[in-house]
């Protein structure tokens, strides 16, 4: 499995971005898909999760009503789209998959073998 990030970059507080993961190497619907995020001297963390028929989302607490996951099964593509952005945002973040969302967020998975992207750097500013 390859994982591709895009999109991040410098925005505003209060304002708007869109990650983009592009998934190739293997049968995409096999998969959940996830965003994850790291900042400086913090631990890396879930942010969102959706499941492969793209009907359940999940999502980490602090951004519950402001980002939303989605996925294209025909294009092989998992979007964040990032709203009322906050510098605590400012991060790295990385997209993964795996069998469920709930294997994303049990205890140990990112220091499991898993699929990471190279991961895209957001930054808040204000």
């Known amino acids: 499995v390859q994982l591709q990030e895009s999109g991040g970059g410098l925005v505003q507080a209060g304002g708007s971005l869109v990650l983009s993961c592009a998934f190739s190497g293997d049968t995409f619907i096999k998969y959940a898909m996830g965003w994850f995020r790291q900042a400086p001297g913090r631990e890396r963390e879930f942010v969102a999760g959706?499941?492969?028929?793209?009907?359940?989302?999940d999502y980490g607490d602090s951004v519950k009503g402001r980002f939303t996951i989605s996925r294209d099964n025909d294009k092989h593509t998992v979007d964040l789209h990032m709203n009322n952005v906050k510098p605590d945002d400012t991060a790295v973040y990385y997209c993964?998959?795996?069998?469920?969302?709930?294997?994303?967020?049990?205890?140990?998975?990112?220091?499991?073998?898993?699929?990471w992207g190279q991961g895209t750097q957001v930054t808040v500013s204000g």
């Open positions: 993964t998959a795996d069998f469920t969302i709930a294997t994303m967020k049990s205890p140990g998975f990112v220091e499991s073998p898993v699929y």
């Open positions: 959706v499941t492969w028929r793209g009907d359940t989302t």
